[in-house]
Every structure is written in structure tokens, then in C-alpha cells.
């Protein structure tokens, strides 16, 4: 029992574990922006190139 004692012991004092959750987190952050970023910057050229093909059309 006393092992398991100091076991839980250095893991509460491990600092591995939060850090590990730390970067977890960033990293969602960071995909979630680049995913916003992606559809947004589709959207935008979709539009742009709609634009574009409708008055490619309507000049000929």
C-alpha cells in the first residue's frame, strides 16, 4: 500500500500530464482557426469566381 502511496505522489507532482493536456488544447485551438480560415478564404473565391464566370458570360 505504500507504494501505491508514493506512486500517486509522483504523479501528482509529475507536471507531464497537465503539460500534455496543455498542448492538447493548443493544438485543437490551432485546427479549429485553420478549419474557420479554410472555409472562409473557399467561400470568398467561390463567390469571386462566380462573379467572374457571370461576367465572362454576360460580355460575350
Known amino acids: ?3 501505491f502511496a508514493q506512486k500517486i505522489k509522483r ?3 509529475s507536471e507531464d500530464g497537465p ?3 496543455e498542448y ?3 493544438l485543437s ?3 479549429v482557426v485553420c478549419i474557420t480560415a479554410v472555409t472562409s478564404i ?3 473565391a467561390a463567390t469571386t469566381f ?3 464566370a457571370n461576367q465572362l ?3 460575350s
Open 24 to 26: 492538447a488544447v493548443m
Open 19 to 21: 503539460t500534455a493536456v
Open 57 to 59: 458570360g454576360t460580355s
Open 42 to 44: 473557399g467561400k470568398k
Open 50 to 52: 462566380t462573379n467572374v
Open 11 to 13: 504523479f501528482l507532482k
Open 1 to 3: 500500500m505504500k507504494s
Open 29 to 31: 485551438l490551432i485546427i
